[in-house]
């Protein structure tokens, strides 16, 4: 049974990078598609983007699209994340998982899991 693990994040100041990561372990992702979600207290899992299988294709959410870029490297079995110019609203504990289901890459029920343990990712001055 695959397992997800992220990494990467860390305290940031307003305007920084980061780049997270998402590794597969006990078995293979390089044939299923991927995405990236955040979570904030209070509020649901968001959508953040999602990358087709090969990699050759991203779908990001509206708010997402200008700063957030998602790049798949299957010979390693990762997932990345890359984060520029963040703001404070950034603030969020992040998480990838597994597009499971068929259907729209926008649509939230399509991805069935498994989900890793998230990062957080804090941007403050």
């Known amino acids: 049974q695959v397992q997800l693990s992220e990494s990467g994040g860390g305290l940031v100041r307003p305007g920084g990078s980061l780049r997270l990561s998402c590794v597969a372990s006990?078995?293979?992702?390089?044939?299923?598609?991927m995405a990236w979600f955040r979570k904030t207290p209070g509020k649901d899992r968001e959508f953040v983007g999602a990358?087709?299988?090969?990699?050759?294709?991203?779908y990001y959410a509206t708010s997402m699209k200008d700063r957030f870029t998602i790049s798949k490297e299957n010979a390693k079995n990762t997932v990345y994340l890359q984060i520029d110019s963040l703001k404070s609203e950034d603030t969020a504990v992040y998480y990838c998982?597994?597009?499971?289901?068929?259907?729209?890459?926008?649509?939230?029920?399509?991805?069935?899991?498994?989900w890793g343990p998230g990062t957080q990712v804090t941007v403050s001055s």
């Open positions: 006990g078995g293979s992702i390089r044939t299923n598609a």
């Open positions: 998982t597994v597009k499971t289901f068929g259907g729209s890459y926008y649509d939230e029920s399509v991805y069935g899991g498994p």
């Open positions: 990358i087709s299988w090969d990699g050759g294709s991203t």
